[in-house]
């Protein structure tokens, strides 16, 4: 199949286009920095010829809530009218296990938006929502690390390896458009500084971490907020598995 991976060139997107051509398939890649931007529609339109379905992983920074939902709303709206331009049959979206459970959130309130929109769309499709990626706490703790320390709330999660979501995408896109995908997650429950400690540890650095709730994620994302629900698909891969081979 021709398939198009939007964020091709991002930690997940890179995955994808490799899953995706292990497992046979033609596959476009789309990002700013290969002349496709879904925010001005540039070269959308010549990116989707021929393809059949598209898996969306793009990603935005945006820590403002307004600029969240501009971004997600504004490049989703114009992938899906491209796709319906192009007859793409099948729109894959990667989201998250638990945004419909959390306010507040600038990054949710964004997915929550490409979730409608690719819901109420014109092109048929399938919502993949994945729990928090291995590496999520080392960049949690990037985002306040400053002279060997950082804040981390204590989130309790079941991680999931980003190449495991890439090999899940892979298999959604070559198959039927199906609606909301089952939650999928990693095998075991962490906690987000336990994480970040060991993920340190394994690199050889020293940071010191401060458990708070003051940070990005307030206490409302405590308890079984973000755990992937009783039916969800568990993937193999370990946190240990993972960081042993970092
Ligand atoms: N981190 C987690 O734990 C987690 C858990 C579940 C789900 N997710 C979801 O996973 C998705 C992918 O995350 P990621 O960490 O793989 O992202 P990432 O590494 O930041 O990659 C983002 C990709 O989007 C592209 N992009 C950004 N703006 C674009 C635009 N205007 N037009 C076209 N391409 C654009 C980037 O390329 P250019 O800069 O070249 O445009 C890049 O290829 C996100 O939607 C996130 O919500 C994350």
Redesign the pocket.
């Known amino acids: 199949m021709r398939i198009a991976v ?8 890179g995955l994808t286009v490799a899953a995706l051509e292990r497992a046979g398939h033609e596959v476009v890649r ?5 002349g ?4 001005t529609g540039d070269g959308l339109d010549d990116a989707l010829s021929g393809v059949e379905a598209v898996v969306d ?4 920074a945006a820590v403002d809530r307004g600029e969240a939902v501009a971004f997600f709303g504004t ?1 989703t709206a114009n992938l899906l009218a491209a796709e319906a331009r192009a007859g793409v049959r099948h729109h894959v979206l ?3 296990v638990g945004i419909h459970r959390v306010e507040g959130n600038a ?1 949710y309130l964004g ?1 929550r938006e490409q979730e409608r929109l690719v819901s109420e769309g014109p092109v048929p499709w399938t919502i993949v929502p ?4 291995h590496d ?1 706490a080392e ?1 949690v703790a990037g985002w306040t690390e400053q002279d060997g320390a950082a804040t981390v709330a204590p989130l309790l999660l079941q991680p999931i390896a980003p190449a495991d979501v890439a090999d899940v995408l892979a298999e959604v896109a070559a198959g039927a458009p199906g609606g909301r995908h089952v939650d999928i997650a990693g095998p075991e429950t962490q906690d987000l500084v336990d994480m970040a400690r060991r993920t340190h540890l394994a690199r050889g650095r020293t940071v010191r971490l401060v458990p708070t709730w003051s940070g990005v994620f307030d206490s409302a994302m405590a308890g079984e907020v973000l755990l992937p629900g009783p039916d969800a698909r568990i993937c193999p891969t370990t946190f240990d598995r993972w960081l042993a081979e970092l």
């Not at 939007?6 to 997107?13: D, H, R, S």
């Not at 994945?130 to 990626?133: D, P, S």
């Open positions: 939007a964020g091709a060139t991002g930690n997940i997107g789309m990002s700013r920095g290969l496709v931007d879904l925010i992983v793009t990603n935005s490049a990667l989201s998250i990054h997915k994945a729990t928090q990626f999520f960049m």
